[in-house]
T-cell receptor
């Protein structure tokens, strides 16, 4: 049983292209996140949605547009890809009612922009 | 703002050695503290957590104690195994903010 799944696992594309990464969770959580992990393994929050509503939007270029069609899905669309977008993108989810906010992570999507 | 500082790696140990990975934090409120582990090619998994001062989180032989006076949450294990080789992330969640703030990660390499 996959708790948090992401597709694709690997994505190789050219500069300037538009691409999407999909995330789904079957844990019944109401909050989902996107994190970016750079080449030095540093992890940083990008977005967070609660019940399909955007609640966190860190300093991320507006080429990145998250979309949450329902509580179980949070997709990430990236326009006009740049070399610096190459990273591993992790989706995560948690329950609002959880006091310690344990987040469950997906396996990651490795994006390589050539 | 919130921040987490971890010791830089890689940390290379022999099997059965004692492990300490230092973690200190800065937060405006009373955060919950976490250690996550990332095995090669995989996503992050929660290793242990502590939600208030003096709490000790433990799992799989790893331990960490929430020290408010020193704003620290150091990870320890008495006897590491080759299978513990991974990247370890210290993280916090401050009250009123859902997202985690991560440290830079510490790579642990355990040699047989």
């Amino acid at each position: 049983d996959t708790a948090v799944s992401q597709t694709p696992k690997y994505l190789v594309t050219q500069m300037g292209n538009d691409k999407s990464i999909k995330c789904e969770q079957n844990l019944g959580h109401d909050t989902m996140y996107w994190y970016k992990q750079d080449s030095k393994k540093f992890l940083k929050i990008m977005f967070s949605y609660n019940n399909k509503e955007l609640i966190i939007n860190e300093t991320v270029p507006n080429r990145f547009s998250p979309k949450s069609p329902d509580k179980a899905h949070l997709n990430l669309h990236i326009n006009s890809l740049e070399l610096g977008d190459s990273a591993v993108y992790f989706c995560a989810s948690s329950s609002r009612g959880s006091l310690d906010n344990e987040q469950f992570f997906g396996p990651g999507t490795r994006l390589t922009v050539l | 703002g919130n921040s987490v500082t971890q010791m830089e790696g890689p940390v290379t140990l022999s099997e059965e050695a004692f492990l300490t990975i230092n973690c200190t934090y800065t937060a405006t409120g009373y955060p919950s503290l976490f250690w996550y582990v990332q095995y090669p090619g995989e996503g992050l998994q929660l290793l242990l957590k502590a939600t208030k001062a003096d709490d000790k989180g433990s799992n799989k032989g790893f331990e960490a104690t929430y020290r408010k006076e020193t704003t620290s949450f150091h990870l320890e294990k008495g006897s590491v195994q080759v299978s513990d080789s991974a990247v370890y992330f210290c993280a916090l969640r401050d009250t009123g903010r859902r997202a985690l703030t991560f440290g830079s990660g510490t790579r642990l390499q355990v040699q047989p």
